[in-house]
């Protein structure tokens, strides 16, 4: 399989709210693990958006195209620079309900877009679906390291370091994903408790409000 280069880890797993100079664009990359039931060698490999397609549709055609045992069940984590955005949230959501056979888990290096409430209902869809988006912490980004990236070359940084300060960066990206839930949770309740305050509309106040 293909791996990245160190520098292409360092780089695009960067999960720093800034980019220091000099300045480079944070591509959307995701690093897949296959692992079947049977323990039988796992199957990995990485992709990059190409052309219209993000990389999570195409992770998804590469999974629907290894003609998988569907009677056998196959773990599935995948390592993303940026979470899901909302419509690639909903194929994830149609594809895992297709295929039951596959536990699919999702760790994100950075959240793309939170503070757009439409872009947070996509990673709710997900997690409600069974598929919570998760964020990546030193366990992940560690794995990630030793399992796709080309370790043939010593890279210009010391691992251990920037491992240390991806876990780092992590832990205020793990408060926000956090705070997002809890905030969605609050709408819920609050709309809930409005309908219970409210009552069903009688039919002489849904003729007074007739247009």
Same mark, same amino acid.
């Given at each position: /399989?293909a791996?990245?280069?160190?520098?292409?880890f360092?780089?695009q797993f @960067?999960?720093k709210?800034?980019? @220091?100079?000099?300045y480079?664009?944070? %591509?959307?990359?995701?690093c897949?693990?296959?692992t079947?039931q049977?323990?039988s060698?796992?199957?990995?490999?990485?992709? %990059?958006?190409?052309?219209?397609h993000?990389?999570?549709?195409?992770?998804? @055609?590469k999974?629907k195209s /290894?003609g998988? *045992?569907?009677?056998?069940c196959?773990k599935v984590?995948?390592?993303?620079?940026?979470?899901?955005?909302?419509?690639?949230?909903?194929?994830?959501? *149609?594809?895992?309900k297709a295929?039951?056979?596959?536990?699919?888990?999702?760790f994100a290096s950075?959240?793309?877009?939170?503070?757009?409430?439409h872009?947070?209902?996509g990673?709710l869809?997900l997690r409600?679906?069974?598929v919570?988006?998760?964020? /990546?912490g030193?366990s992940e980004?560690s794995d990630?390291w030793? @399992?796709?990236?080309d370790h043939k070359?010593?890279?210009?940084f010391n691992?251990s370091e %920037?491992?240390?300060?991806?876990d780092?960066n992590s832990?205020?990206i %793990?408060?926000?994903?956090?705070r997002?839930?809890?905030?969605?949770s609050v *709408?819920?309740?609050e709309?809930?408790?409005?309908s219970?305050?409210?009552?069903?509309?009688t039919p002489?106040s849904?003729?007074?409000?007739?247009?």
């Amino acid at each position: /399989m293909a791996l990245l280069t160190a520098k292409t880890f360092s780089l695009q797993f @960067n999960n720093k709210r800034r980019v @220091n100079k000099p300045y480079y664009p944070r %591509k959307a990359l995701l690093c897949y693990q296959l692992t079947p039931q049977n323990g039988s060698t796992p199957t990995r490999g990485y992709l %990059k958006n190409k052309k219209k397609h993000h990389a999570e549709i195409r992770f998804i @055609n590469k999974i629907k195209s /290894m003609g998988l *045992d569907e009677t056998q069940c196959y773990k599935v984590t995948c390592y993303l620079t940026w979470s899901p955005c909302p419509s690639c949230a909903r194929e994830l959501v *149609d594809f895992i309900k297709a295929h039951r056979h596959l536990n699919l888990r999702i760790f994100a290096s950075r959240l793309y877009y939170h503070w757009r409430p439409h872009y947070q209902e996509g990673l709710l869809l997900l997690r409600g679906s069974q598929v919570p988006v998760e964020v /990546m912490g030193l366990s992940e980004f560690s794995d990630c390291w030793e @399992n796709f990236v080309d370790h043939k070359e010593p890279p210009s940084f010391n691992p251990s370091e %920037k491992l240390k300060e991806l876990d780092k960066n992590s832990q205020a990206i %793990k408060r926000r994903l956090e705070r997002i839930k809890q905030s969605r949770s609050v *709408d819920v309740l609050e709309n809930g408790l409005r309908s219970l305050q409210l009552g069903p509309v009688t039919p002489s106040s849904s003729t007074h409000n007739s247009r």
